[in-house]
């Protein structure tokens, strides 16, 4: 894994070009292929933006993510390239417009170089309910990376970009980034405008990125950070300066530990690596203290309950009418819907929407 704060270096320096970092990146994802953490590869228009990119670059104009290589799941729109949700029944949907924090990156000038796969329409934890197969940890390819966003996290671990952009409604951006041994954020509600982002619970989703390290991660929330006009669910919170923030100074920083979640299914060798990180901070200052969330024991059951009714809700849409897969076994519109939606969504997403 390369970061992107090493990369800008170099360019400012003159010993790379943003064209030999997108090619590099590409080249991995030809290399690995077999870890199917992408849908599709945007070959010549990365080439294509890394150039006006390296123009930018010469004459001082570049934006402040100039040879960041972006992935995207597959579930935020990119104009012109598909987006399938991992699922059949969007296979062949192309979007008509950039989602907003596509955009940003764009206009910050990231080089956007394919879609990733992922989970049906990001539900599940492993990355093995893609219609187009499951995604392979890079480290142990019998192992899984997590999910929903298994291949964002892998694109970024196996160097196949220096970040990527996720989603997160119950854990897809953080777990899978445990997993693969990579950095993941799932920003608060709001921070991250959501316009473009196919909905799978509207009240939980968010995106985030992944990325090498905390400092690129910070980099990519700077940008795709604030208040959106198309999206009124978005915060109007002054962003703050991310990257400025991390000092590395922790003294009198406090942390708080929920004692709920030293439950009976701890893994003792988790609690231990979470042991040692918490005496780490107290060393250098942090005030760690023990909290209470007594709901804890709740939110499971409360999650999949709110989640699949909003999935539910979100997911009628696709009826084979208007846009998506429409199957030819129907003889009127009512088996249309039903024939459709039958062949057209996978066993996670039929389970969570009835």
Do not use: W
């Not at 920083?253 to 929920?258: A, C, E, F, T, V």
């Amino acid at each position: 894994m390369r970061s992107h704060e090493s990369i800008h270096a170099d360019l400012a320096a003159g010993r790379t070009t943003v064209e030999s970092v997108v090619t590099e990146c590409l080249a991995s994802i030809e290399r690995q292929r077999s870890l199917n953490a992408f849908l599709s590869v945007f070959h010549e228009e990365a080439v294509s933006q890394a150039r006006a990119v390296d123009k930018k670059v010469s004459a001082g104009t570049a934006g402040p993510l100039a040879g960041m290589v972006v992935s995207i799941k597959d579930v935020i729109c990119v104009k012109g390239h598909r987006a399938t949700c991992g699922s059949k029944i969007l296979e062949n949907f192309v979007a008509p417009y950039d989602a907003t924090v596509v955009a940003r990156l764009k206009d910050a000038d990231a080089v956007i170089v394919g879609k990733c796969n992922m989970d049906e329409f990001a539900m599940g934890s492993s990355t093995e309910n893609s219609a187009f197969g499951r995604v392979h940890l890079p480290q142990d390819v019998s192992r899984i990376p997590g999910g929903s966003s298994g291949g964002s996290a892998v694109s970024v671990r196996a160097g196949m970009a220096t970040t990527s952009l996720g989603t997160d409604t119950g854990g897809s951006i953080r777990q899978p980034a445990a997993f693969t041994g990579v950095v993941g954020l799932k920003p608060t509600y709001g921070r991250v405008s959501r316009y473009g982002l196919i909905a799978f619970a509207s009240s939980f989703d968010s995106i985030g990125p992944f990325g090498s390290t905390v400092h690129d991660v910070a980099s990519v929330l700077q940008v795709i950070a604030g208040k959106d006009p198309n999206d009124a669910t978005s915060s109007d919170v002054p962003v703050p300066d991310y990257r400025m923030a991390m000092t590395g100074n922790v003294k009198g920083l406090r942390i708080g530990l929920p004692k709920e979640y030293y439950g009976d299914g701890l893994d003792p060798h988790v609690r231990k690596a979470v042991e040692v990180q918490v005496e780490k901070l107290r060393k250098q200052g942090a005030v760690i203290s023990e909290v209470s969330l007594p709901h804890t024991e709740y939110t499971i059951a409360a999650y999949y309950i709110l989640a699949t009714a909003e999935a539910s809700s979100n997911l009628a849409r696709y009826d084979g009418a208007r846009y998506g897969f429409r199957s030819k076994n129907a003889g009127n519109l009512t088996d249309m819907y039903v024939a459709s939606r039958s062949e057209g969504f996978g066993a996670e997403v039929k389970r969570r929407i009835m």
